[in-house]
Nanobody, 115 residues
Framework: QVQLVESGGGLVQPGGSLRLSCTASGSSLSIYVMGWYRQAPGKQRELVATITSRGRLNYADSVKGRFTISRDNFKNTVYLQMNSLKPEDTAVYYC?????????WGQGTQVTVSS
């Protein structure tokens, strides 16, 4: 049973920074893609950033230059460093991992950007 444990959300002022982490466990298979998505109230879930097992990156235009995704393949962990946070970044952030057998979601972590 694959499990994803997320951490690092919270309340931050505009212009501040947060770092999210997500660790996958329960499978010995390789993880092809790890990523972060977010869902704001009343909106659909959207892609934030993904990183492949070979290090190929993909970012939403709205976070380019402010967010950085990285992964530690040995620890099966993906990180999202979020800088210069804006109120519009407020959302529940979800971790997603893709194995050959399918994809899995974390439980979500709340990020609130407010003064």
């Amino acid at each position: 049973q694959v499990q994803l444990v997320e951490s690092g959300g919270g309340l931050v002022q505009p212009g501040g920074s947060l770092r999210l982490s997500c660790t996958a466990s329960g499978s010995s298979l390789s993880i092809y893609v790890m990523g972060w998505y977010r869902q704001a109230p009343g909106k659909q879930r959207e892609l934030v950033a993904t990183i492949t097992s070979r290090g190929r990156l993909n970012y939403a235009d709205s976070v380019k230059g402010r967010f950085t995704i990285s992964r530690d393949n040995f620890k099966n962990t993906v990180y999202l460093q979020m800088n210069s946070l804006k109120p519009e970044d407020t959302a529940v952030y979800y971790c997603n991992v893709q194995y050959a057998i399918g994809g899995y979601w974390g439980q979500g972590t709340q990020v609130t950007v407010s003064s």
